[in-house]
Structures are given as C-alpha cells and as structure tokens.
C-alpha cells in the first residue's frame, strides 16, 4: 500500500524568505504523480503544484518549485519569497490511476506560517 | 464557474443520530470523492463515485454510504453518529478519468456530533 510522510508537522518563515517542506513517499508503482496542496485557515484545498513521475524536470509555478527524487521517493516544495498569503496547511499527495479510475493518498500535512 | 460547493457548512448532531452531507461538483465534472479530515490530520479517502456508482472506497465502516445523482450532485450518509466521526468532511471532484489529475475541492462541512 502506499503511503505519504510529512514529517514535519510545522514551520515558520520570515516574510520573504525560502522554506522547504518536506514529502516521501512508498509505492511500488513506477507510473504515478505527485501534489502539493495548500489549505488555508478558511478551509478550501487548492493545488499548488503537480509532478508527473515520468518527468525528470522539477515542476515549477512562480514562486514554488518542487524537488523530486525519484529514486529515494522524495518531493519536496520549496517557497521563495514567502508572502503572509502563504500561511495555511500544506499536504503532499500522491496519485495513481487504477482501473476506471484514480486513487489519492494524502500527507498528514505541514502547518506553515510565514512572519511578518 | 461556482467551483465545488457543498451544504451545510457547519453541522451538530448527537450520537446515534444520522445526517446527509451534500455536493455539487465544479461544473464539468463527473467524478465526485469524499474526504474526513480530522483536526490536524490529513484528508482520509471515503469513497468516490462516477456514473452514480461507488468506484472505490477506503477504510470506512457501512456507516457511511453515498449516493450521486445524475447532475453528478453526491450526499454523503453516516448513520449511528459517533464522537469520533467529529470532522471537516470534503468533497472533491474531477473530470472522467482524473483529466489532468487535478482534483477541486470544496470549502468542507464541519460535523460535530456531542
């Protein structure tokens, strides 16, 4: 079964600052992707960033980039330039296509707090 | 475009009682899923509906059930409340298939059962 650990359960950066959360995984799947979402304290989950596991390249989106290592099931997200906005839960995820349809595993997630 | 919108947004019951949680998926979609999220904790997959079936579920007793309706609409159903199934409880939807993996969450309803 697959499995996603976040372990660090919070963390603090000074407003313009780089963060780096991190993320493993298990699986024994070779096709798969990978996410980052963030949850702010007014609830609603949006994507970050996604990582297709067959892609060598490390997915960028403005200030966030991911680190991805494969081979030692590693992705991590990387905030530069940290905005106050960008307080909120963050959850790493995994997902794999099974028949018909996809399954998603998340992280138990980082709280992040950046510092005025 | 409403997103993913879902009702009611706060919730209390008792123990043993019952209650329906509702979702409308963002407009599009087909796939509907359902997290508990407990506080502090990470979504945990329900189960997931396409085409008013269950396609898959998790870990979940038959407590909780489902249903999607054919706007693509879906309940969630848990019976004989427990202390424990105190949660923010989210639906998330999707193209057929996944479509670019992405799934759309919505705000969440907060039960909390005394």
């Known amino acids: 079964a697959q499995t996603v650990t976040q372990s660090q359960p919070e963390m603090s950066v000074q407003e313009a600052e780089t963060v780096t959360l991190s993320c493993t995984y298990d699986t024994s799947e070779s096709n798969y992707y990978l996410f980052w979402y963030k949850q702010p304290p007014s609830r609603q989950m949006i994507l970050v960033i996604r990582q297709e596991a067959y892609k060598q390249q490390n997915a960028t989106e403005n200030r966030f980039s991911v680190n991805f290592q494969k081979a030692a099931k590693s992705f991590s997200l990387k905030i530069s330039d940290s905005q106050l906005g960008d307080t909120a839960m963050y959850f790493c995820a995994f997902m794999k296509h099974v028949p018909g349809t996809y399954k998603y595993i998340f992280g138990t997630g980082t709280r992040l707090k950046v510092l005025a | 475009d409403a997103g993913v919108t879902q009702s009611p947004t706060h919730l209390i019951k008792t123990r043993g009682q019952q209650v329906t949680l509702r979702c409308s998926p963002k407009?599009?979609?087909?796939?509907v899923s359902w997290y508990q999220q407990a506080l502090g904790q990470g979504p945990q997959f329900i189960f997931q509906y396409y085409e008013e079936e269950e396609r898959q579920r998790g870990n979940f007793p038959d407590r909780f059930s489902g249903h999607q309706f054919p706007n693509y609409s879906s309940e969630l159903n848990v019976n004989a409340l427990l202390l424990g199934d105190s949660a923010l409880y989210l639906c998330?939807?999707?193209?057929?298939?996944?479509?670019?993996?992405?799934?759309?969450f919505g705000p969440g309803t907060r039960l909390t059962v005394l």
């Open positions: 407009s599009g979609h087909d796939t």
């Open positions: 998330a939807s999707s193209p057929t298939g996944g479509g670019n993996n992405e799934q759309f």
